[in-house]
């Protein structure tokens, strides 16, 4: 069982910054992927950013230029650093990693989400 623990969410003004934190932890063999997911209300799920193993990066074109994704492999840790903030960006935000628990085992593991909230 992988678990995610995601913080750093909260409200902010439109410009403001805000830095999301989603660190994973139990029986993993290696993980291949690491990304953020948004969802706010009546609308589907989308995906915001993504980085691999090898630092490649995808992003929504909603955010590409303002959000930053990054990876701390040792501690197994991702990292979205979100500035110029826009109302539009309100939304749950929810991790998601996948990799392998064995050779021929893979996982997909989801957060439990968290609200971010830009508003005047």
């Known amino acids: 069982q992988v678990q995610l623990v995601e913080s750093g969410g909260g409200l902010v003004q439109p410009g403001g910054s805000l830095r999301l934190s989603c660190a994973a932890s139990g029986s993993i063999f290696s993980i291949y992927t690491m990304g953020w997911y948004r969802q706010a209300p009546g609308k589907q799920r989308e995906l915001v950013a993504a980085i691999t193993s090898g630092g490649n990066t995808n992003y929504s074109d909603s955010v590409k230029g303002r959000f930053t994704i990054s990876r701390d492999n040792a501690k197994n840790t991702v990292y979205l650093q979100m500035n110029s903030l826009k109302p539009e960006d309100t939304a749950v935000y929810i991790c998601?990693?996948?990799?392998?628990?064995?050779?021929?085992?893979?996982?997909?593991?989801w957060g439990q989400g968290i609200q971010v909230t830009v508003s005047s």
């Open positions: 998601n990693v996948g990799g392998t628990i064995a050779t021929m085992t893979s996982f997909t593991s």
